[in-house]
């Protein structure tokens, strides 16, 4: 099968369904890059643990936020290092509070609309970067908290060059519920051993936070949501932070050049829940491919490779540089010629 970076991307033939290429592409994720960590303390006193792959300091960066309880070691993040590696850019993974291996300070964590975290982390990086080309990718939880950022942010267009989002929730309360159904159970199960492990630790430190007895009885997100992530961050229960945490309705106020990358076989977003094409900005190219799962995307014959979905990203921030060094205004569905297509089979 052919997978070109246009975003037309095709499963393999042997690779069929959309629970199958999800659970496939972290299977066979396995390889490991090269980060070196660094610790942010933040404003209100607490810490991020940041991964960065090092690089001339005048190469592009890109800044990959994770998805719920992922991190550097995540299948994606490992293989966007590797593309970046190869095409001598530099990268970072900054771990959402609580996901680098030791539990933050405060009672708060992290969540699906984090978007004065992702601005903080962004600005900071911002410095980082200097004069070189600085763009946000969200996978997941973190691709909704990104697009929330850029759809709330004015001053978003100042800060990156582009940002793309991949298998992102932007309809929370859709997402949610689909996790709560049939076989999408096995995820959510896998969820919450650690994020119920997690929470009993801060119950340790910050006794009384939360109930200690419902938390044992949570089989759900839904559940998880209404005791733990709403009332930590100020919402009222889940209907509240699963209304107001989705990116959905600020998508069509985003101004920097924005790819958003959603599979309609995703299990986590059913197909219809996907924004159409009034409820988004000129600024966002929308590419909806029938297959993929949540944040798949395998080609290549058996056993297959992970390098569509990096070179796809990298191709569309390609293109963006492109753009502004040819002071052409950016078109959300121009074509730029000479990318680099991926091998074809």
Wanted: hydrophobic residues 40%; proline residues 7%; aromatic residues 10%.
């Amino acid at each position: 099968m052919s997978d070109s970076l246009n975003g037309h991307y095709r499963a393999p033939w042997w690779l069929p369904g959309g629970d199958l290429q999800t659970l496939y592409a972290a299977l066979i994720g396995r390889a490991r890059a090269r980060w070196a960590r660094e610790r942010w303390e933040t404003p209100d006193g607490d810490f991020i643990d940041v991964d960065h792959l090092p690089g001339n300091p005048q190469a592009p960066l890109v800044v990959m936020f994770h998805g719920l309880e992922g991190g550097s070691s995540s299948h994606y993040a490992v293989a966007l290092a590797q593309e970046l590696g190869r095409l001598g850019w530099r990268g970072a993974v900054p771990h959402f509070r609580g996901c680098s291996g030791e539990l933050n300070r405060l009672p708060r964590a992290y969540h699906s609309g984090d978007a004065a975290e992702i601005g903080w982390i962004l600005r900071r990086f911002r410095a980082i970067a200097g004069t070189a080309p600085l763009f946000g990718c969200g996978v997941s939880l973190g691709g909704n908290a990104l697009l929330k950022w850029l759809g709330e942010d004015a001053q978003a267009k100042h800060l990156i060059m582009a940002a793309a989002a991949v298998s992102a929730p932007v309809d929370l309360m859709a997402a949610g519920d689909a996790l709560g159904r049939g076989f999408n159970r096995v995820y959510t199960r896998a969820f919450l051993v650690t994020m119920k492990e997690k929470g009993a630790r801060k119950l340790e430190r910050f006794p009384g936070v939360f109930d200690a007895a419902a938390l044992r009885r949570v089989r759900t997100l839904r559940d998880f949501d209404n005791i733990v992530t709403a009332p930590l961050h100020g919402f009222r229960d889940t209907d509240d932070y699963w209304t107001r945490a989705s990116s959905k309705p600020g998508l069509a106020r985003i101004e920097v050049p924005t790819l958003l990358l959603n599979a309609r076989n995703d299990p986590f977003l059913p197909g219809g829940s996907l924004p159409r094409p009034q409820e988004v900005s000129p600024a966002v190219r929308c590419e909806f491919p029938e297959e993929g799962g949540h944040v798949g995307f395998v080609g290549g014959p058996f056993p297959g490779r992970l390098d569509w979905l990096p070179r796809r990203l990298t191709a569309f921030f390609a293109e963006a540089m492109a753009a502004r060094r040819g002071g052409s205004e950016w078109q959300a569905n121009g074509i730029i010629a000479g990318w680099k297509s991926a091998p074809q089979e």
